[in-house]
């Protein structure tokens, strides 16, 4: 049964910035997970009541507070009231078809874009909005939904104090969150590369129906992939061109290389869709080039049956020479039947031997 889904249509004639969810409908409650860490300290727990959350806004250590699921509109609301979020912002979050796209304010960045999975269960890839706030000292993310999280070797980081994270502030964890995501898009497009090889030997080994399917289903998964990356190269971009202070130099660095690997990304991505468009120009002339065989053969067959039927029409007239005015001496010969089969023969075999002597065969 298909999951319902909260439609744009909701928010028709409500004022801008009205909390609305638009997105799957959810019976589970919200998740609430924070993790708080300095170079030397690092604390994690799930709270029930969002307002636990609140006295992190002025924590001198760097916060995480990730929370999973977005159709409890109220509690989003109370931590965008507490955490001064703009109410067009908090109406973003809540709208789970937004364009990847980055604002800055004066205490606040936000960040929105797509996280992304291959589901080998079904070899379908699964699209998630995760929306990122990250202030001077923490930083706010917003899941759709728990069961793809991809998040946990950041803190696994983040527990064991491997790598830099420990040793870095809010802006170096937003920048860790946005890059375990884009890397997450090279093993998606790793799996679609390895599916794209496979359709390529498939349609130079055979020419079964169901590629054609198979080649549009892939088509699909790479537009939709297009329409969640494509915009993030701008959103890096102006990330890493952003004056905010909330992003130290060091830090800029690292974006820098982010930017990088989302421009590979996206080069990945057209290729594939080159290739996939060139699988399916291959199939489509195949398919030609194995009708026009068709045509082919039965054309040589049809021409080589013109002048027999002629023969055997003309011959088939059983002219009775002792009735008829025109004599036709075959008709009683012993020989004519032997004869009209040579000369059938004859014709037949010619025009075999001339369509092999000019390769139409």
């Known amino acids: 049964m298909p999951d319902q889904v909260v439609k744009r249509s909701a928010k028709i004639g409500l004022p801008p910035g009205s909390p609305v969810y638009v997105g799957k409908k959810k019976a589970e409650p919200i998740k609430i997970t924070v993790i708080d860490y300095d170079e030397k300290n690092y604390h994690t727990k799930t709270v029930e009541n969002i307002e636990e959350t609140f006295p992190y806004r002025e924590s001198q250590t760097v916060t995480w507070i990730n929370i999973d699921g977005l159709h409890e509109t109220p509690i989003v609301e109370k931590i965008g009231q507490h955490f001064d979020i703009h109410p067009l912002v908090v109406e973003d979050i809540l709208s789970t078809h937004q364009r990847p796209k980055v604002e800055v304010f004066d205490h606040y960045i936000v960040v929105i874009f797509k996280m992304i999975q291959y ?3 079904d070899e379908e890839i699964a699209q998630e909005q995760v929306s990122l706030v990250m202030g001077k000292n923490f930083v706010i993310t917003f899941q759709e939904e728990a069961q793809r999280d991809v998040f946990d070797t950041l803190r696994s980081h983040i527990e064991t104090g491997k790598g830099r994270i420990r040793k870095n502030g809010a802006d170096y964890l937003g920048y860790a969150i946005m890059d375990i995501i884009v890397d997450h898009y090279f093993l998606v497009l790793e799996r679609l590369g390895e599916e794209i090889e496979d359709l390529e030997d498939a349609v130079l080994e055979n020419h079964d129906p169901s590629l054609v399917s198979r080649i549009h289903h892939l088509k699909r998964q790479l537009l939709e992939l297009r329409k969640a990356i494509w915009p993030l190269r701008e959103v890096i971009s102006n990330l890493q061109r952003s004056e905010s202070l909330l992003i130290k130099k060091a830090t800029t660095h ?9 421009i590979q990304v996206i080069d990945t991505l057209e290729n594939y869709r080159e290739r996939v468009s060139s699988v399916l120009d291959i199939y489509l002339t195949q398919m030609s080039n194995r009708l026009n065989e068709v045509m082919k053969v039965l054309t040589i067959i049809s021409t080589i049956f013109i002048p027999l039927s002629f023969l055997a029409g ?4 059983n002219f009775d020479t002792g009735v008829s005015p025109l004599n036709m001496p075959e ?8 004869v009209f089969w040579i000369i059938t023969l004859m014709v037949g075999g010619g025009l075999l031997l001339l369509f092999k002597k000019k390769r139409w065969l």
């Open 119 to 121: 589901e080998d269960y």
């Open 254 to 262: 690292f974006i820098r290389d982010l930017y990088d690997h989302t």
């Open 314 to 317: 003309v011959y088939g007239m």
């Open 331 to 338: 008709l009683e010969s012993p020989y004519g039947y032997v």
